[in-house]
């Protein structure tokens, strides 16, 4: 897998796959101000988990930094194989690497004959228990902070619209993603002195 990262095969192109989830549409009612007796009014979050959360699927292309999101109502196979279809067009020459998780939908029955039928796409799952392998996760910081953050949401279409707005602005400004931390800059000294005898 670091192999793909460092130096993917030829033509080949290496992509970082996870969905994030679930989003689900909440309001915040306003909060009047204190109370009689001079606490503060906590609004309660309204919270569930019923069919208005919606999943963000998400692709992260190492060479260039681009990324690629779906959002769906629910993590299954079909959406999974809807996702990787976008995959595909998105990156129509060559081999398509697909780093991820060993997820059910990622791995069932379905999915395996679908990929049957796209041999350039081939799946590197990641060992159970080291997520942080995949370059993906670090991804979904930034897209949470740009997209999400703070954000009050009437329902799956909002969501999908802030999803949408907020992958454009981040590939606006994409640059590749490097496996492993830089080398240290070095260091230049302010002055140099020169003693004489």
Known sequence: MIGLYTSPPDGATVVCADELGP?????????PGWSPDGRRIKAELDYSRGPEKTWVYGGLRVRD??????????????????FLEKLEFANPAGDIYVITDNLSSHNSLSTRTWL??????????????????????????????????????????EITQATTLATAQINRRARPWIWGRPAPPTRHLRRRYIYCL
């Open 65 to 82: 930094g681009q990324q690629i999101t779906m959002s769906a109502p629910s993590r299954n196979s079909v959406f999974y194989q809807q």
């Open 116 to 157: 049957e039928d796209h041999p350039r796409i081939k799946h590197v799952f990641i060992p159970v228990g080291a997520c942080w392998l995949n370059l993906r996760e670090a991804w979904w910081r930034i897209f949470r902070k740009a997209a999400l953050a703070g954000q009050t949401f009437a329902g799956p279409d």
């Open 23 to 31: 989003v689900i549409p909440r309001t915040f009612p306003p909060t």
